[in-house]
T-cell receptor, first 112, second 115 residues
Framework: DAKTTQPPSMDCAEGRAANLPCNHS???????VYWYRQIHSQGPQYIIH???NNETNEMASLIITEDRKSSTLILPHATLRDTAVYYC?????????????FGKGTRLSVIA | KAGVTQTPRYLIKTRGQQVTLSCSPI?????VSWYQQTPGQGLQFLFE???????NKGNFPGRFSGRQFSNSRSEMNVSTLELGDSALYLC??????????????FGPGTRLLVL
């Protein structure tokens, strides 16, 4: 079972920031938070991941709370092409052969 | 770098047949994982291969099998197809560095329809 909880759906106006929350209250100290997204019928696309520090790349920013029990993925200027299902996943990175365990994710609709 | 490629992209089979799907990982990546995605069960892990050895396996029947070649390319096979095997089959590659598992990158998937 997925170790994360996400809202099933969210809307965002085009050009605004999209803030996608994720709860992972049982996360272990050696588990990373990963975000992927899946645009309709395509393979999941890696977005970003982090352990405890906030991370930023060309696609998004990841904000992890100090207690690591929740995180927020931020798409700073959402476009229509960001409409997708976003998955938050916790995963051991060091010493594991662990697969990705996907939950139901959040369906983000970007509206013009 | 070219991404993960999967062939074929679409496939139609009938019940009882068998099917082989192929995955070519990103150049230099040595680990290949397979996932099945259905509307009812979502994305589920099938198995993972690293250096031609299956390292991890999900909860699927023995009809689902795979292998990996010396060039890291991987195939998965489903025998005695059932209607419920209709799904999007996804392959992901990564390059584990010792004990550290690197990020998995997915291919576009093979959509299998079983009639």
């Amino acid at each position: 079972d997925a170790k994360t909880t996400q809202p099933p759906s969210m809307d965002c106006a085009e050009g605004r920031a999209a803030n996608l929350p994720c709860n992972h209250s049982t996360i272990s100290g050696n588990e990373y938070v990963y975000w992927y997204r899946q645009i309709h019928s395509q393979g999941p696309q890696y977005i970003i991941h982090g352990l405890k520090n906030n991370e930023t790349n060309e696609m998004a920013s990841l904000i992890i709370t100090e207690d690591r029990k929740s995180s927020t993925l931020i798409l700073p200027h959402a476009t229509l092409r960001d409409t997708a299902v976003y998955y938050c996943i916790v995963r051991v990175e060091v010493g594991g052969n662990t697969p990705l365990v996907f939950g139901k994710g959040t369906r983000l609709s970007v509206i013009a | 770098k070219a991404g993960v490629t999967q062939t074929p992209r679409y496939l139609i089979k009938t019940r009882g047949q068998q099917v082989t799907l192929s995955c070519s990982p990103i150049s230099g990546h040595r680990s290949v994982s397979w996932y099945q995605q259905t509307p009812g069960q979502g994305l589920q892990f099938l198995f993972e291969y690293f250096s031609e050895t299956q390292r991890n396996k999900g909860n699927f029947p023995g009809r689902f099998s795979g292998r990996q070649f010396s060039n890291s390319r991987s195939e998965m096979n489903v025998s005695t197809l059932e209607l419920g095997d209709s799904a999007l089959y996804l392959c992901a590659s990564s390059n584990p560095m010792g004990q550290i598992e690197e990020t998995q990158y997915f291919g576009p998937g093979t959509r299998l329809l079983v009639l």
